[in-house]
């Protein structure tokens, strides 16, 4: 009798092309961005729209005098990411464009910030006269608050859409509503805000990624965003 030999076992080809596929699929079902080893991708930025960052912020000041109250540069950072984060999530883009980083107190749009400083340079964003606000003092709100007051005149409606005015609206009622406290527990808790702040860190600010503003990861949306940012 012939000595029992062992059959070799089928080999089969692999299909790198599957392979590859079925890696990427699971890197951006669960919102993760490839790249080579030892790299790291920037983080999105967009081209903040400065026409209607001035009228959101406008908005801001005459609706708070409209119902008696005022706003403070963290009333107004605070009702930008609020309003910016809602209507980027139902309607897909935000109001202003703004990118945002996060401070001590909370994420804080980069542009917005500036333009609500004394020193801003309003040329060549702005050609009307500067600042179209009076800035002053609030001591009952801290030792280092603004308000702003006296808007030098109304918010321009045909800038702003109605679903802009919308989020703008419930996002001032949320800031005046919960207060400063309120606010900045509210803000410290989103995810965007959580990935970007280094506790104990040595920078005051730390830039926040858009991608972690949408409630779910969207790359193709993100890269419309940075694309029509850039091209109003």
Partial sequence: MASETTKPLPKLLPNYKKIL???????????????????????????????????????????????????????????????????????????????????????????????????????????????????????????????????KRKENSRVLSKSDIGALMDALLIVKSLRFGGVKDLTHKHPAYLDAWVENGTSGAYDINYAKLLDSPDDELLEDLVYSSKHP
Wanted: proline share 11%; aromatic share 12%; with cysteine.
């Fill in 21 to 151: 596929e079925a890696i990427l699929y699971l890197i951006r079902s669960r919102g993760l961005k490839a790249m080579p080893s030892g790299t790291t991708k920037p983080l999105p930025k967009l081209v903040p729209n400065y026409k209607k960052i001035l009228e959101a912020i406008l908005y801001l000041i005459n609706e708070a005098d409209r119902c008696g109250l005022y706003v403070t540069e963290f009333d107004i950072d605070k009702s930008m990411f609020l309003a910016d984060v809602k209507h980027l999530n139902e309607y897909g883009r935000p109001i202003t464009f703004d990118n945002y980083v996060a401070m001590v107190h909370g994420p804080v749009p980069s542009a917005t910030r500036d333009i609500l400083q004394p020193n801003f340079k309003s040329e060549p964003h702005y050609k009307d006269a500067w600042p179209p606000w009076d800035r002053e003092p609030s001591p009952s709100d801290g030792p280092k608050a603004f308000k702003f007051i006296r808007p």
